[in-house]
């Protein structure tokens, strides 16, 4: 049976495009074919385009080992910068060539007749089905880029615009507009004080609807100065002694958490950022914006101004009436009262329980990864090393049960080594 590929590589974002550069570093090969569902690539940084849409963690360190960038603007890069980074890389590589846009993957087959993984793909704009054959299949897709739908009831009768932040209308022009906001994550923290922020653009009124406060970290972001970047770029050893500090800090704050003995630490960061919230949120908003979880069952927020944003007159938080429905005109909540909206954005996030979806990949004997977890593991998804499944011989998943860590790219360098040190 002939091959239409070596290895098939589902997704072109951080981890796909990453994991195809490692087959060209280490193995020498070009015989992989990313397939790529969007018509760009990027994965979740060209998913995600909100206003304000920036990374949690400092650019100098989500960047590959391999690929250091000198020139990042600023401590905390945005979207547009970051993006641009995987963009370039990909262009360095070559990767172009290797990919199918607008092609996402139904469905993957072991064929154990052949040893080969047999794949059904759909081109997302002509809808034609097509079928490849591959001996190794790796699962690039991330968490971060396939939305949550809307179920509020009613949203179909409502007559303005709705849209999830990870899908963001740019024809939307928010100038004095009253939009509602449902949600107050990473996404809902970072547009809400650009759309309220003061100026002829301005939203009228943003009303934001929250489900549970988060805990929010201060964030500070300078810019790099012309010096500091200089000596990145004509100091290699300089930008990694940097990096290297990075880690180590965000590392000793893991290490509290992961100890008995780090009780005293993590009652020190809960107590400073309880602090920090008191201090900066509207007083009559303070006791409502400290979470009742313990600090670090949930990924920090960082603040990006939005406590800030919440003193201004054009913003209101509604914490304790949730949506009830989408009414035409605006929301109903829970206690009966409706709020006018010419727009609703849902920060409501994504679909993070279902690694795969919707994909089905079916292993040995038929079997769906689903099914698979549902019985060796009482259905909570696990794998070996974080990226192997017993039974889906030459299936590889990034970005797998229970591998998330700070450092993302580090992460993805790391599972993409480990599948090329495991491959058949």
């Not at 600023?74 to 547009?80: D, G």
């Not at 409502?288 to 603040?303: E, F, H, I, N, Q």
Request: with cysteine.
């Amino acid at each position: 049976m002939s091959l239409d590929t070596e290895v098939l590589i589902i997704g072109g974002g951080p981890s796909g495009l990453g994991m195809a550069i490692q087959l060209i570093r280490k193995l020498g090969t070009r015989n992989f074919t990313i397939l790529e569902k969007s018509d760009d690539i990027g994965g979740t940084w060209y998913a995600n385009s909100y206003p304000g849409c920036g990374c949690d963690v400092p650019s100098h360190f989500y960047s590959f080992s391999f690929a250091l960038n000198p020139n990042w603007s600023q401590t905390y890069a945005l979207q547009p910068e970051i993006r641009q980074y995987f963009v370039d890389l990909a262009a360095q590589y070559r990767l172009p060539q290797h990919i199918r846009l607008n092609t996402a993957v139904e469905e993957a087959t072991w064929d154990a007749d052949t040893g080969t993984w047999l794949v059904t793909a759909r081109n997302q704009t002509t809808k034609e089905a097509s079928q490849l054959r591959c001996k190794i299949l790796v699962s690039a897709v991330g968490s971060l880029s396939v939305p949550k739908e809307c179920d509020i009831p009613g949203a179909e009768t409502f007559t303005g615009r709705i849209f999830h932040s990870a899908r963001w209308d740019h024809s939307f022009d928010p100038t004095n507009k009253n939009i509602v906001v449902i949600g107050n994550g990473c996404s809902a923290t970072q547009f809400v004080p650009i759309l309220s922020a003061p100026g002829p653009s301005a939203a009228a009124h943003i009303t934001q609807f929250s489900r549970q406060p988060h805990w929010l970290a201060p964030r500070p972001n300078p810019p790099y100065s012309p010096a500091f970047r200089a000596l990145m770029r004509w100091c290699p050893l300089a930008m990694r002694l940097y990096r290297l500090s990075l880690f180590l800090a965000a590392e000793s704050g893991f290490a509290a958490f992961a100890t008995t003995s780090g009780a005293a630490a993590r009652a020190r960061d809960t107590a400073a950022q309880t602090a920090y919230i008191r201090a900066n949120a509207p007083p009559p908003l303070a006791a409502a914006l400290v979470p009742s979880t313990v600090l670090g069952c949930k990924r920090k927020v960082m603040d990006t101004d939005y406590l800030a944003s919440l003193h201004r007159p054009n913003v209101t938080l509604v914490p304790a009436d949730p949506v009830a429905r989408l009414t035409p005109t605006g929301v109903a909540t829970a206690s009966g009262a409706h709020v006018p909206a010419d727009a609703v954005v849902l920060a409501t996030g994504f679909q993070t329980q279902a690694p795969l979806a919707p994909m089905r990949v079916r292993g040995e004997g038929g079997v769906r990864v689903e099914e698979h977890w549902r019985e060796v593991n009482a259905g909570s998804p696990a794998a070996y090393h974080g990226t192997l499944l017993a039974g889906f011989p030459n299936f590889f998943v990034l970005m797998g049960p229970n591998t998330r860590i700070w450092g993302l790219l580090v992460n993805f360098q790391l599972l993409s080594m480990h599948c090329l040190k495991k491959q058949d």
